[in-house]
C-alpha cells in the first residue's frame, strides 16, 4: 500500500496561510491524493483531492509536485476553526484492494490568536 | 438528508461481552469502512467491504467480525477476543471510484 509521511505538527498564525506538506514517494499513476481533516471527537471531513494538477475549492488549495511525490494543502488564511488533525491519504479504485484506503497518523494543526 | 450514521454515540460493555456498533448510509455507496482511533492517534483500518456480500480485513481485525448483508448497512462487532476494545470507532462510506469518503460521527465504547 501506498503510505503517506506528514510532520507531526505544525503551528500558524490565525489570517496567515498555512502550507502542510505531505511525502507519498511510492505514489501510483493511479492514486488520488485526499487530503481529510478532523476536529476533536468527530468523524474526519473531506477537504480536497487531486490526481496531477492543483486544485482549489472553497476551503483550501493543493498543490501537487510534477512528479507527484509530494503534495502541499493550502488554507489562505487560517482561523481559529482550522485547528485540527489533517490527514493525507491515498486512494486508488484501480488495483485491487485499492479501496483499502489507510490513514496514517496527520499533522495536528495549532492555530495562534 | 443522505449521510452516513453511526449508533450508538455512546457505549459501556463489560469484560467478556460482544457488542456490535451499527453504520447506515443512505448515499448508495459501495464501499463502506471500519476504523478504530485511540486517544492522540490516526485511524486505523479494521475492515472495509467493496460490495455487498464481500469485506476484507484491514490491518487491525482481530476480535472484530463485520456483515454486509445490506448495501446500506455495514455493521461491526466487537467481540470478547479483542483484548483492548475501548476506543473511538468511525464507519465511512465511499463510491466505487477515487471520489471522497463520508465519515460517521462515532461510536466510543469503553469497557468496564
Known amino acids: 500500500d501506498a503510505k503517506t509521511t506528514q510532520p507531526n505538527s505544525m503551528e500558524s498564525n490565525e489570517e496567515e496561510p498555512v502550507h502542510l506538506p505531505c511525502n507519498h514517494s511510492?505514489?501510483?499513476?493511479?492514486?488520488?491524493i485526499h487530503w481529510y481533516r478532523q476536529l476533536p471527537s468527530q468523524g474526519p471531513e473531506y477537504v480536497i483531492h487531486?490526481?496531477?494538477s492543483n486544485v482549489n475549492n472553497r476551503m483550501a488549495s493543493l498543490a501537487i509536485a510534477e512528479d507527484r511525490k509530494s503534495s502541499t494543502l493550502i488554507l489562505h488564511r487560517a482561523t481559529l476553526r482550522d485547528a485540527a488533525v489533517y490527514y493525507c491519504?491515498?486512494?486508488?479504485?484501480?488495483?485491487?484492494?485499492?479501496?483499502?484506503?489507510?490513514f496514517g497518523a496527520g499533522t495536528r494543526l495549532f492555530v495562534k490568536a | 438528508d443522505g449521510g452516513i450514521t453511526q449508533s450508538p454515540k455512546y457505549l459501556f460493555r463489560k469484560e467478556g461481552q460482544n457488542v456490535t456498533l451499527s453504520c447506515e448510509q443512505n448515499?448508495?455507496?459501495?464501499?463502506m469502512y471500519w476504523y478504530r482511533q485511540d486517544p492522540g492517534q490516526g485511524l486505523r483500518l479494521i475492515y472495509y467491504?467493496?460490495?455487498?456480500?464481500?469485506?476484507q480485513k484491514g490491518d487491525i481485525a482481530e476480535g472484530y467480525s463485520v456483515s454486509r448483508e445490506k448495501k446500506e448497512s455495514f455493521p461491526l462487532t466487537v467481540t470478547s477476543a479483542q483484548k483492548n476494545p475501548t476506543a473511538f470507532y468511525l464507519c465511512?462510506?465511499?463510491?466505487?471510484?477515487?471520489?471522497?469518503?463520508?465519515f460517521g460521527e462515532g461510536s466510543r465504547l469503553t469497557v468496564l
Open positions: 487531486g490526481l496531477t
Open positions: 511510492t505514489i501510483s499513476g493511479t492514486d488520488y
Open positions: 448515499l448508495n455507496h459501495d464501499a
Open positions: 467491504s467493496q460490495i455487498v456480500n464481500d469485506f
Open positions: 465511512a462510506s465511499g463510491l466505487r471510484s477515487t471520489g471522497e469518503l463520508f
Open positions: 491519504i491515498l486512494r486508488d479504485g484501480l488495483r485491487a484492494g485499492g479501496f483499502k484506503t489507510i
